[in-house]
């Protein structure tokens, strides 16, 4: 069965700071990746996809997330985090064509300091 | 609003007793996913439904657990003889899924406090 890793559970950085939120997934087989943001108060809403082609994605907001076959991975990244950025963070792995679920990560939660 | 919507938006029931919410999804969205959230974790996986048909249902899922979507359109999610461990949020998700280019819309979720 598929799974999704994320190792950092609680990320604080402050304003203006690099961010890389780890996300590995178990399945060995073509697989959509998403990342999905949670702001204070808000639904759950899509930040970025991969489905194929160029395996570095920009999404929303300046994050961008970058797909490496060979280790498993879908990083998040962004160059600049502002204190709006502060959420929980949740990568998510789907397995590719025909009719499959989609499986979350744990979540990290991300707190930027002013 | 035409985004996804969850009833009710919380619930306390007693142990033991059966529990029923409903989701309605965005109106052209053929996938429903029911998801389970609880605090420090990632949404889990219960079921979903590809139009009317209920593709999927966890195995973690016990029997007290049923879901509907009756007509593909809304769905139900029960849970017969709550149980303290059953405490949780659960989200409702849909998606237009062309094959290649799915986005799950969240609903609000609803809030199960079993006493």
């Known amino acids: 069965a598929q799974s999704v890793s994320q190792h950092n559970h609680h990320v604080i950085l402050s304003e203006a700071a690099s961010l890389e939120l780890g996300c590995n997934y178990s399945?060995?087989?073509?697989?959509?990746l998403f990342w999905y943001v949670q702001y204070p108060g808000q639904h759950l809403q899509l930040l970025l996809k991969y489905f194929s082609g160029d395996p570095l994605v920009k999404g929303i907001k300046g994050f961008e997330a970058e797909f490496i076959k060979s280790k498993f991975s879908f990083n998040l990244r962004k160059p600049s985090v502002q204190w709006s950025d502060t959420a929980e963070y949740f990568c998510?792995?789907?397995?590719?064509?025909?009719?499959?679920?989609?499986?979350f990560g744990t979540g990290t939660k991300l707190q930027v300091i002013p | 609003d035409t985004g996804v919507s969850q009833d009710p938006r919380h619930k306390i029931t007693k142990r033991g007793q059966n529990v029923t919410f409903r989701c309605d999804p965005i109106s052209e969205h053929n996938r429903l996913y029911w998801y389970r959230q609880t605090l420090g974790q990632g949404p889990e996986f219960l079921t979903y439904?590809?139009?009317?048909?209920?593709?999927?249902k966890s195995r973690l899922l016990s029997d007290r657990f049923s879901a509907e979507r009756p007509k593909g359109s809304f769905s139900t999610l029960e849970i017969q003889r709550t149980e303290q461990g059953d405490s949780a949020m659960y989200l409702c998700a849909s998606s237009l899924d062309t094959g290649s280019n799915e986005k799950l819309f969240f609903g609000s979720g609803t809030q199960l406090s079993v006493l």
């Open positions: 399945y060995g087989g073509t697989v959509n």
């Open positions: 998510a792995v789907r397995l590719s064509g025909g009719y499959q679920k989609v499986t």
């Open positions: 439904f590809q139009n009317e048909a209920q593709l999927e």
